[in-house]
Structure formats: C-alpha cells, structure tokens
C-alpha cells in the first residue's frame, strides 16, 4: 500500500529582546497572532503611547500599567492589525511579513521625548522531504539559524541584476506616512477644522529609497466605528476635489494635497493605505483627469514573474483629528466636508478592502542605533522509509516558519 502524504507543521518560535538607552528600557515578544512590547516607566509621570494615538479611547491602542511596566498588545491578525495602526510589509516573491510600530515615551520632569520602533517579522520556508523504499531510517530534520545585520550606511550596488539580487542585498523598506499643515506636522495631539488644506506625505527609509520607488494603491477612510469611504482607488482619486492624486518627484516620496475632513460621531479619521514598492521605479497610472500618474526609471529591471509593480505590499496609516472650533460658528460652505460614509459590518470591511495582505529627516532624525536579528531556515532535503506490515511512501513537506525580530531605536 503506497500513499502520498503531505506534512505542513508550523513552528512558531517566541523571540525575546531586551532594549536600553538612556531613560527607557523595553523588552518585545514576538508571536504568531501578536506582539508585545514591555516599557519600563522611568518616572511615575512618564507618558508612553503609540505615535499619533496619545489620546486615542480605544482601550485596545493603550498599554497596560502593571508595577512600572507599561505593556501593548498588538494583534497581528489581518483583521484586527489596523486597529491600532500597525504596519505590515509582505514581501510578495518570498511570503515574509514585518510588522512595525513606533512608541512614544514623554518625561515631564526633564521634558524629554523619547520614541522608537519595534518590528515582528514572520518568514516562512517550504522545506520538501523524499521518502523512498530503501531501508534507511528517517533522517532528523536540520534548521540552520543565520544571523544577519544591516549596517546603516547600506548602499545599493550601481548595477542591478536580477531581481532576486537585488533583494538579497538589500533591507526590507520601511515606509513612514505623516499630515502636514502649511509645512508643519500634524500630530494626533492637534486637531485641525474640517476644510483646512493639508498634504499627506508618505516616503521611504533612506537606507531603502536608493533602491525602490512606492505607488499608492489604495486609500480609504474610516472613523474607526461604522463609516467608511474610499479615496483612491486603483492608484487614483475618487474625488480630487477631496483628495488629490499622490504626485512624486523622485518616486521614494510621494505628497498628496487634501482638504481636512471628518465623519458625523467621530473627531478622529483613520487614513488606511495599500503601497506597492517597486525595484527603481513604479509604473504610473494614467487617470481620468488626464494625469500620469508618479514613479522613477535609473535602470531597467524586468523580473521573471509576477507584478514588477508589487514585490512588496505594505498596509499602513496614520490618524488625525479634525473638528470644528467650540463655539465657532459653522459655515454652511464647510458642512461639505463632513463625510457621510459608508455603513460597513467588520466582515464586510475585510472582505472589500484590497490586499492579502515620512521630509523623512524632520520626523524620525538621523540619531538612530539599530540592531536587527534575523532566523531562517533554508533549504534542504531528507531520506525516509517507514517499514512495517505495509510499505508507505511518503512525500510531503514541512512548512516551519521563523520569527524575524529587529528592534529599531531613535533617541528624540
């Protein structure tokens, strides 16, 4: 009797990393559904919190005091990771996900402010196991751990070869998305009034922009309750009147000029964006006003399947609060831009929104340490016979996954 047995085992491993400088110690966990972030307060006064949510009510998005440690836990569920504003970067060719975050700590005593990013990363590898008749016993499995950093000052080669090189070499990008008003960052500490001109900006890591180029995809809104609305779709604007197509000079930073906008029973507007990454450039878009849309060519590179538009997806947002002024009278002019939206069950929204799924230097300065740990699993084959009243061969393949975690700190 001979059978073909397919094996798919998931290994989960629970990466611990304990992080200090300066005032603020953290410690983060990585598993298969979440990741937490331990944040040892330095003071009783101090103030931890996710970036742009410091006031934010839901309950979920903030830490749990317990004994001097602030605690966050953050789903990684599909469903349930946008909730607090958690980024994922899949990587379409291999499967890898990263998912980051970034965590601010205030000092009143010395008026400090401290804030850094943490990042889970999830890799999968297929590894495929032979069994034949040949009276040997079943070969124990090998996992290769590998260890690998990325100084800061990492460059991309002048010649690029194929695509499968140019993401062996080069990181995973790391997209940041910020609101300006006249020039000035928009933090979720600040409202602004509905009809303010705004412009969005949403750009790459130095290190990644020498070699990729970002399209953004997708846009929708939300008051993160039951209103929705879309605002770009397939790369461009549903009303640009609202919301105007991105626009890019270099095709690593894109801007998006928008007038501020809000929904009935909410003060707070979640922006949730789809972004391809691109190796060199992105193919623009041409839409129905006429408008190319952005990207960037310095050299031809055709990969050998698949969409060269997408080798990574990323899922981001960001938030802001618009109101309108206590006490101020309402124009009737600005009542426009106080959005209806769409009513939407938490199914429906995961069944239509698409995906299976920052001047960068003003935000996030230079002054960084980063430390980046990554386990793999690579490749290989086994020999096995299972010899008993019958004879079964079989051929499956087992499927473990690793946890890639990096622990990136900037000192504000």
Same mark, same amino acid.
């Given at each position: 009797m001979n059978a073909n047995i397919n094996y798919r085992v998931a290994i989960w491993i629970c990466v611990i990393v304990n992080f200090a400088s300066g005032n603020?110690?953290?410690?983060?966990?990585?598993?298969?559904?979440?990741?937490?972030?331990?944040?040892?307060?330095?003071?009783?006064?101090?103030?931890?919190?996710?970036?742009?949510?410091?006031?934010?009510p839901d309950e979920a998005c903030k830490p749990k005091l317990s004994e001097g440690v602030a605690t966050f836990k953050l789903s990684l569920v599909r469903e349930e990771m946008m909730r607090c504003g958690l980024t994922r970067v899949l990587n379409?060719?291999?499967?890898?996900?990263?998912?980051?975050?970034?965590?601010?700590?205030?000092?009143?005593?010395?008026?400090?402010?401290?804030?850094?990013?943490?990042?889970?990363?999830?890799?999968?590898?297929?590894?495929?196991?032979?069994?034949v008749t040949s009276g040997t016993s079943l070969a124990p499995n090998r996992t290769i751990l590998q260890r690998r950093s990325?100084?800061?000052?990492?460059?991309?080669?002048?010649?690029?070869?194929?695509?499968?090189?140019?993401?062996?070499?080069?990181?995973?990008?790391?997209?940041?998305?910020?609101?300006?008003?006249?020039g000035n960052l928009v933090t979720g500490e600040l409202h602004v009034s509905p009809g303010t001109p705004l412009q969005m900006e949403?750009?790459?890591?130095?290190?990644?922009?020498?070699?990729?180029?970002?399209?953004?995809?997708y846009?929708?809104?939300?008051?993160?309750?039951?209103?929705?609305?879309?605002?770009?779709?397939n790369g461009c604007s549903v009303d640009p009147y609202l919301f105007d197509n991105f626009e890019t000079v270099d095709g690593d930073f894109l801007t998006a000029k928008f007038r501020a906008f809000k929904f009935p029973e909410s003060t707070y507007v979640q922006f949730r964006g789809t972004v391809n990454v691109c190796v060199d450039k992105?193919?623009?878009?041409?839409?129905?006003?006429?408008r190319i849309g952005y990207g960037?060519?310095?050299?031809?590179? /055709?990969?050998?399947?698949?969409?060269?538009?997408?080798?990574f997806e990323v899922t981001m947002s960001t938030f802001i609060k618009v109101d309108f002024e206590e006490g101020a009278e309402v124009e009737k002019a600005l009542l426009a831009?106080?959005?209806?939206?769409?009513?939407?069950?938490?199914?429906?929204?995961?069944?239509?929104?698409?995906?299976?799924?920052? /001047?960068?230097?003003?935000?996030?300065?230079?002054?960084?340490?980063?430390?980046?740990?990554?386990?793999?699993?690579?490749?290989?084959?086994?020999?096995?016979?299972?010899?008993?009243?019958? /004879?079964?061969t079989a051929t499956g393949y087992l499927k473990l996954a690793s946890i890639l975690l990096v622990v990136f700190y900037t000192l504000i």
């Open positions: 603020v110690q953290s410690k983060v966990r990585c598993f298969k559904d979440r990741m937490e972030v331990d944040v040892t307060r330095s003071s009783p006064q101090a103030t931890i919190y996710l970036e742009n949510l410091k006031n934010y379409k060719m291999t499967g890898k996900k990263v998912y980051y975050h970034r965590i601010i700590v205030e000092e009143p005593t010395d008026s400090s402010k401290h804030t850094f990013t943490v990042k889970c990363g999830i890799t999968e590898v297929t590894v495929p196991h032979k069994s990325l100084p800061d000052d990492f460059e991309e080669s002048e010649v690029i070869g194929t695509i499968e090189d140019v993401l062996g070499k080069a990181p995973t990008p790391t997209l940041s998305v910020g609101v300006r008003q006249g949403i750009y790459l890591d130095t290190i990644s922009a020498p070699t990729y180029g970002i399209l953004t995809t846009m929708q809104v939300s008051d993160m309750r039951t209103q929705e609305e879309t605002i770009i779709f992105c193919e623009g878009i041409e839409c129905s006003n006429g960037r060519k310095r050299r031809s590179v /055709s990969p050998p399947n698949g969409d060269k538009n997408n080798l831009f106080v959005l209806k939206g769409n009513n939407v069950t938490a199914s429906e929204e995961t069944a239509e929104r698409p995906g299976s799924a920052e /001047s960068a230097a003003a935000v996030h300065p230079k002054n960084e340490i980063r430390e980046q740990y990554e386990y793999k699993v690579v490749e290989m084959e086994t020999v096995a016979t299972v010899n008993a009243a019958f /004879s079964i």
